[in-house]
């Protein structure tokens, strides 16, 4: 009796043993390389009605400054703009009348990151940051197509029925179901300069250069550690540790020496603020500030020169944009009183991912790929087979793009556009050609 109760003793020695040893390896990541660590997503509210849902709860007013975490959220109103900033850096803004879920932002044990959207309706405007481990995924889901990047940045507009993605930065790669073949996709590839409109239920479409904005406001200034504020309050420029930030969607920062150009298309009437940070308590030099602004079909229409002052601990500037009888766009030099009004920019840094929180990677749905039982070649006859096995189509001639100049020095960025009907997108410049990119748009089975 006494050895049959040792050795039952023993028995459940060994198996708690092996629970506890099972919980360490599973916390360490051994042998998973699926393994997440949950990261929080912080919240900017830039201006108008911003409104989040944590989970399965109902939607409530948001707090700027709030962390989201995974399957949570935001939705603006009318006249509601936002910022998210996820744990690696990328950032993506919420323009008016948006919805946008959190489905995954997290870490793997590999070093990898993955951050899946889904945009139900809305403008989003995104800013990602260079993905490095081959598993890193950023995709952004609408009813009509999944846009994924590797760095880049790119414009989504979307609504039930049409997707658009305009990409400024880098290249997106638009996946569309193939109704045509059901169980299979078809990539488009959506290069800079150009964008992609997709119906939802409709054969892929292939990407064109997008059009010249109405209005383009290009500012420079003789100091890097400037931030540029459009009349929405979005902020765009580098901050005074180095972050670039673009907010404004289509927007263009670059550093030349020791001053940044910040190109903005599409900006409406109103008050452009420029801030510039002061490098520490004895810096009192005044910083050059010269504001251009174009309109589509017309030479300059205004050049500005003005100096930023000295202030308590920020130097600013400003100029108001104003359509004038004739249809053309005057610049007004802010006099000292209005430059106390101006709005500060608003950023957010990076929230850091939680071992605490581990979850399994999901393999998303709109990323899976079904197998189908004849696998069909797209149209037009391929001119070349990868190494994977994807058949790769050339387009038509009028979706052929010119890929626009990078502009950014530490890292490249991405800009989608997704759904909203084509005639209310504002477009985004393209350079003249001098050797066209011919975007592929490659079948999967």
Do not use: C
């Not at 700027?64 to 949570?72: C, I, Q, T």
């Amino acid at each position: 009796m006494v050895g049959g109760v040792q050795r039952l003793r023993f028995a459940v020695a060994v198996v708690g043993l092996g629970f506890v040893l099972a919980l360490v390896l599973g916390v360490a990541g051994v042998g998973q390389n699926t393994k997440a660590f949950g990261a929080g997503t912080t919240l900017t509210i830039i201006s108008g009605e911003v409104t989040v849902r944590h989970g399965a709860s109902d939607f409530a007013a948001a707090s700027d400054g709030e962390v989201l975490n995974e399957g949570d959220a935001v939705r603006t109103g009318a006249e509601g703009r936002a910022v998210l900033t996820y744990f690696e850096g990328s950032t993506v803004t919420i323009e008016p009348a948006t919805e946008l879920a959190i489905d995954a932002a997290n870490a793997t044990a590999d070093g990898s990151t993955v951050v899946l959207m889904t945009q139900s309706v809305g403008r989003t405007w995104h800013v990602v940051t260079k993905l490095i481990a081959g598993n890193s995924k950023y995709e952004v889901r609408t009813p009509a197509s999944t846009a994924s990047v590797r760095g880049t940045e790119f414009q989504v507009d979307a609504d039930s029925a049409v997707t658009t993605v305009s990409t400024t930065e880098g290249t997106v790669i638009a996946t569309i179901a193939d109704p045509t073949t059901p169980g299979t996709t078809v990539d488009v590839p959506v290069t800079a300069g150009t964008t992609q409109t997709q119906p939802k239920n409709a054969p892929p479409a292939p990407a064109r250069p997008a059009a010249e904005p109405e209005r383009k406001v290009t500012v420079t200034v003789g100091a890097t550690n400037t931030l540029i504020v459009d009349p929405l309050g979005r902020a765009n420029g580098v901050t005074k540790d180095g972050k670039i930030v673009v907010q404004t969607p289509g927007a263009q920062v670059r550093r030349e020496g020791d001053k940044i150009i910040v190109t903005l298309p599409n900006l409406p009437d109103g008050k452009l603020a420029a801030r510039v940070d002061k490098k520490d308590d004895q810096d009192d030099n005044d910083v050059s500030v010269e504001t251009k602004v174009e309109e589509k079909g017309r030479a300059t229409v205004v050049d500005n020169k003005a100096l930023v002052k000295s202030g308590s601990d920020k130097k600013s500037a400003g100029i108001e944009l104003r359509r004038a009888g004739d249809g053309t766009t005057e610049g007004r030099t802010l006099d000292e009183r209005e430059k106390q009004t101006l709005p500060a920019a608003k950023t957010a840094a990076p929230q850091s991912t939680s071992r605490g929180r581990q979850t399994q990677t999901p393999e998303p749905t709109a990323t899976r790929r079904a197998t189908p039982s004849v696998t069909r070649s797209p149209s037009p006859t391929p001119s070349a087979t990868n190494t994977s096995g994807r058949r790769t189509a050339e387009p038509s001639e009028t979706s052929r793009a010119t890929p626009t100049p990078r502009a950014q020095q530490d890292g490249e960025r991405v800009t989608v556009e997704g759904f909203i009907p084509e005639r209310s997108l504002p477009r985004l410049p393209v350079s003249t050609p001098s050797q066209a990119a011919t975007p592929r748009a490659s079948r999967r089975p």
